[in-house]
């Protein structure tokens, strides 16, 4: 049982983490994750890396269809703003790696800001198409761009590099790809302690009354985009030196559901959700494959015949989580917390 | 109520799943085996193909073994499914290198041989070769660890050309194209070299992967009055529609297309309207019974049932890979990318068995070979419309 959690002062109220085993749990969080490269072979590094890319980027969408309320089915070509932006500086100008993913996000936020204008008249299921119709320009854009974007064969571009070091390897990349992730979602999470993310907020759950209350939709809308597209295009240019080859084809229009899958099934609305809807949309496909490899010596040539049924039992798993648990993952989290609160008076 | 509970629990599920998990994931014992690894599609919109060729490599390396494997050795494929997708090639990448000391690898797309060539650069331990034909991985600077099982799109392309230039010197050809990096791929090349052979191209057309309609791009082609329409970038999808219009409108252009087109079972669903397509394929067909053909009376013998051009492609990939790594060993050479590199480009006036039906070099990252085959809609056979081309001589 959970005692003497009584807050004394509105700071400590609005306190990111409130209890000792919060601040203990996320402690040995970033102990694992200070550790973890030491530990894990390439494979799991490469996880690691594609999981924090995954994460920024659904963070990004979170603030804008979880915290705002506005759907969005462009997020994969906001990454691809970002990848180009990365790789077009990196190839012309050769600039620092850091810069050129803070410009990669500059640059997709404006691109946002103008994807973000037709919110202001339309919401649901008729702004998601307006995202998908600026996917679409998006893409024409990339393919017959040609002096800037190298049209269909797309961009290679060289390793980012760190004080004259090339990082080539995963485990060099982990070091730079999971602390921009950790500070975006640390910064995702203090937005909503802030007047902007509260008016997200207010906009998400009743924007008529928000703007009764001052609050410019107008202004508000977009800065939300403006917001979520600086995290995908920072996501997308992690995603360019991660792969370093930019083509129109790397993010195709399903990548962009895959976001919106995950922000679903971790819980709309929530930090965590769009931290365990990345991982477990990434991850699942890839922990199957361990299936299949423990049926292996029981059903001969396992990998031919379960691979569709991977597939399958993927998307069964989405489809159990959305029925059984409709808040999404986070909500499963904050049950076995309570419980952990209530202990033992209730199971 | 609190009590003890006998048997599983949920708790102790959630336990032995995540113990079994971390057990899967430590890598493998390594044996004397030698290791082919595999970014293959058995799921998504290439998994037509994935199926064959993983087919493909597995016969061909029973037959391998079964005579003894290299050197004593036994060489095994150790595949992943990718679903067609670059994130997932490259996960299976990094898991099947994590467990298994690998020298050859076989990917699955363009996107994964350039995405994972910086990667095989600095490891220079692997040898790689895959699905993909384009035309920028025929470059053994860029791409040294590095070949392909065939010629390169634009290399296809030109073995039409020269066909065609044989065949109406002169003729008025459109270049039907899929907007894709796939589809757009060989169009500067065929440009240079319908020009080289005096051709006139007189319109580029191109598509949506996915259209449907194409009645717009029909009236182009009655205005062009080509000799000849050749596409590329697309499986079957628009073909068919294509020369359904074209015929009704009485066009009298013949059809052409490139290896991924080419297979006789896709076109075999078309019926009638598939008669006289035409185009280039680097391998003999599976029911080809040519005498010197050995290779393909054995696969017959192995699978009597018909096996599609992407079966013969990883079959053939499987035989020069290996090829490579005997001649390596032979040498008295490590097994690494350079050495087995080296080892594939030692290849001259190879006998593939019959599966190409002419002996065959690799002096860089492609085998410049082909045929031209007219589809029989009778016969729902591919049959040869010409000798065995190679761009090189």
């Not at chain 1, 509260?198 to 403006?226: M, N, P, Q």
């Not at chain 2, 070949?147 to 392309?157: L, N, Q, R, T, V």
């Not at chain 2, 080296?342 to 190409?356: K, R, Y």
């Not at chain 2, 002996?359 to 009778?378: E, H, K, L, M, W």
């Amino acid at each position: 049982m959970q005692i003497a959690t009584a807050k004394r002062s509105y700071r400590a109220d609005e306190a990111l983490l409130t209890t000792r085993p919060q601040r203990v749990w996320m402690g040995i969080l970033a102990a694992t994750l200070v550790a973890a490269p030491f530990f894990l072979d390439n494979y799991w590094l490469y996880l690691a890396c594609f999981v924090a890319i995954n994460v920024a980027s659904a963070t990004g969408l979170n603030i804008l269809t979880g915290y705002t309320g506005l759907v969005s089915l462009g997020q994969a070509a906001f990454m691809a703003v970002g990848a180009y932006t990365v790789a077009i500086l990196e190839i012309r100008l050769g600039t620092p790696f850091l810069l050129n993913l803070v410009a990669a996000g500059a640059v997709t936020a404006l691109v946002g800001i103008v994807v973000g204008l037709p919110s202001l008249r339309v919401k649901g299921l008729y702004l998601a198409i307006a995202t998908i119709g600026a996917s679409f320009i998006l893409h024409f854009i990339f393919v017959n761009w040609t002096q800037m974007t190298n049209g269909n064969s797309g961009l290679s571009l060289p390793p980012a590099s760190f004080m004259g070091t090339p990082l080539t390897s995963y485990f060099q990349l982990y070091w730079v790809f999971v602390p921009i992730t950790a500070l975006m979602v640390l910064g995702a999470a203090n937005l909503f302690r802030t007047r902007v993310g509260r008016a997200f907020i207010a906009i998400r759950d009743r924007d008529i009354s928000a703007e009764v209350l001052g609050i410019s939709l107008l202004h508000y809308k977009l800065t939300s985009f403006a917001v979520s597209s600086f995290y995908a295009g920072v996501a997308g240019g992690m995603w360019a030196y991660f792969f370093r080859v930019v083509t129109p084809e790397s993010f195709p229009f399903i990548y962009s559901i895959f976001f919106l899958a995950a922000i679903i099934v971790g819980g709309m609305g929530t930090i965590l959700g769009g931290i365990l809807g990345a991982v477990f949309m990434t991850m699942v496909p890839e922990l199957l494959r361990f299936v299949v490899d423990w049926l292996a010596p029981v059903i001969p040539n396992a990998a031919t015949l379960l691979s569709p049924v991977r597939t399958i039992v993927f998307g069964a798993l989405i489809i159990g989580f959305l029925l059984f648990e409709p808040k999404g993952l986070a909500e499963i989290v904050h049950r076995i917390r309570r419980f952990f609160h209530l202990w033992p008076f209730r199971k | 109520m609190l009590g003890l509970k006998t048997g599983l629990t949920r708790r102790t599920l959630v336990a032995m799943s995540a113990a079994g998990l971390l057990t899967a994931a430590l890598p493998v014992q390594a044996s004397d085996d030698i290791v082919i690894g595999g970014s293959i599609p058995l799921t998504g919109v290439f998994a037509f193909a994935g199926v064959g060729i993983e087919a493909g490599i597995q016969d061909y390396l029973k037959i391998l073994n079964e005579a003894g494997g290299i050197d004593g050795r036994k060489v095994r494929l150790e595949f992943e499914d990718t679903g067609y997708k670059v994130d997932a090639s490259v996960a299976a990448f990094n898991k099947i290198t994590s467990q298994h000391d690998v020298h050859l690898y076989y990917g699955d797309s363009t996107g994964f041989a350039k995405t994972i060539n910086p990667e095989l650069n600095r490891m220079g331990t692997i040898l790689m070769a895959g699905a993909s034909f384009a035309t920028e991985l025929n470059n053994p600077d860029a791409f040294p660890n590095q070949f392909m099982a065939g010629p390169d799109y634009s290399e296809m392309i030109a073995i039409l050309l020269e066909y065609i230039a044989q065949e109406k010197p002169g003729a008025k050809i459109v270049l039907v194209n899929s907007d894709t990096e796939f589809g757009r791929d060989p169009i500067p090349a065929t440009r240079e070299k319908a020009k080289a052979l005096g051709l006139e191209i007189v319109e580029e057309i191109i598509t949506p992967p996915t259209a449907v309609d194409v009645s717009t791009e029909v009236l182009k082609l009655r205005r062009a009055r080509p000799d000849y329409t050749i596409f590329h970038g697309y499986i079957l999808a628009p073909l068919p529609e294509f020369m359904t219009q074209a015929k009704q409108l009485g066009l009298e252009t013949k059809f052409m297309g490139t290896f991924w087109s080419m297979d006789s079972s896709i076109w075999a669903q078309v019926g009638e309207a598939a008669d006289g397509f035409m185009g280039v394929m680097p391998y003999r067909y599976y029911y080809d019974d040519a005498a010197d053909a050995p290779m393909l009376a054995k696969i017959r013998e192995m699978r009597p049932e018909y096996q599609p051009t992407p079966y013969i492609q990883g079959f053939l990939t499987a035989m020069l890979f290996t090829e490579a790594a005997k001649r390596t060993l032979e040498a008295g050479k490590e097994l690494n990318g350079p050495n087995l590199k080296a080892a594939l480009n030692s290849i001259e006036n190879f006998d593939t068995g019959g599966i190409i039906g002419t002996p065959i070099s690799i002096p860089g990252n492609s085998i410049p070979v082909g045929r031209i085959y007219r589809y029989d809609a009778t016969a729902k056979q591919m049959v040869p419309a010409s000798d065995w081309i190679n761009l090189k001589e």
